[in-house]
Nanobody, 120 residues
């Protein structure tokens, strides 16, 4: 069964850091582009960062550029999001997403999310 499990969330003070992890199982991880999304209370889910399956290219939302770093370890079927200089506006539930399109067929999986709260 395909599964994504996020971990590493918590409560942190402004300016602090957290490292989120996303562990994948049940599918061929190497073929999937992995993204992190977040959803703040009362707001729509937004993309934060993603990392390509094929070339490892990374992409970031303007709001997190220079503060967040995404990485993947295909040997461990895992993706990480290092978050530095956290601000209250970074608060939300962070979700991991895996997507692949092979021969026109899209496969798309989501984790259950991990809560990140930035507050003094």
């Amino acid at each position: 069964q395909e599964q994504l499990v996020e971990s590493g969330g918590g409560l942190v003070q402004p300016g602090g850091s957290l490292r989120l992890s996303c562990a994948a199982s049940g599918f061929t991880f190497d073929y999937y582009t992995i993204g992190w999304f977040r959803q703040a209370p009362g707001k729509e889910r937004e993309g934060v960062s993603c990392i390509d399956a094929s070339n490892g290219n990374t992409y970031y939302a303007d709001s997190v550029k220079g503060r967040f770093t995404i990485s993947r370890d295909n040997a461990k079927n895992a993706v990480y999001l290092q978050m530095n200089s956290l601000q209250p506006e970074d608060t939300g539930v962070y979700y991991c997403n895996a997507v692949s399109i092979v021969m026109g067929i899209r496969s798309d999986y989501w984790g259950q999310g991990t809560q990140v709260t930035v507050s003094s």
